[in-house]
């Protein structure tokens, strides 16, 4: 698999059957090229200037879109702080308690999956680990 910084966004929209247009283009470019999980008022506020007639309505209805064609994953890192990441390899999250920062984990031990009754299917698995990153 790509990492996010190899895809062409356009192409990759256009393979997962989504009109690249200028609007989602500028959100899901935003994304591959910014790996900090930002929220959606976070990339609203980064690339209004570019596009002044973008609403937090489209930046909103794009992310939702994203996510549902599976080109950008969502991240839960605090209670109601919804993130998002373009990055879809497996890994786990790690976020500074001092500055913030929410930062990729890869090439983790493999993890246990637990015992589910036949009827359960997991979908998604995220794990958050908290500290500091020696910013301060």
């Known amino acids: 698999m790509q990492t996010a910084l190899q895809i062409n966004p356009a192409e990759r929209l256009r393979e997962l059957g ?3 247009s200028p ?3 500028a959100v899901y470019a ?10 959606a008022d976070t990339i609203y506020q980064a690339i209004i200037a ?17 996510v ?4 950008v994953s969502t991240v839960i890192i605090e209670d109601g702080e919804l993130r998002f990441d373009a990055d879809l390899r497996p890994h786990a999250h790690f976020k ?3 500055c913030g920062g929410v930062y990729d984990l890869f090439d983790l ?3 246990k999956t637990p015992s589910l009754p ?9 794990i958050c680990y908290r500290g500091t990153c020696g910013c301060k």
């Open 109 to 111: 031990p493999e993890q």
């Open 30 to 39: 935003y994304l591959l090229s910014h790996p900090v999980h930002p929220t």
């Open 50 to 66: 570019s596009q002044p007639s973008l609403s937090r309505t489209t930046i909103y209805n794009t992310l939702k879109l994203l």
């Open 18 to 20: 989504i009109r690249p």
């Open 68 to 71: 549902r064609e599976k080109a």
């Open 118 to 126: 036949s009827s359960f299917k997991i979908e998604e698995v995220h």
């Open 96 to 98: 500074c308690r001092i």
């Open 23 to 25: 609007q989602r283009l």
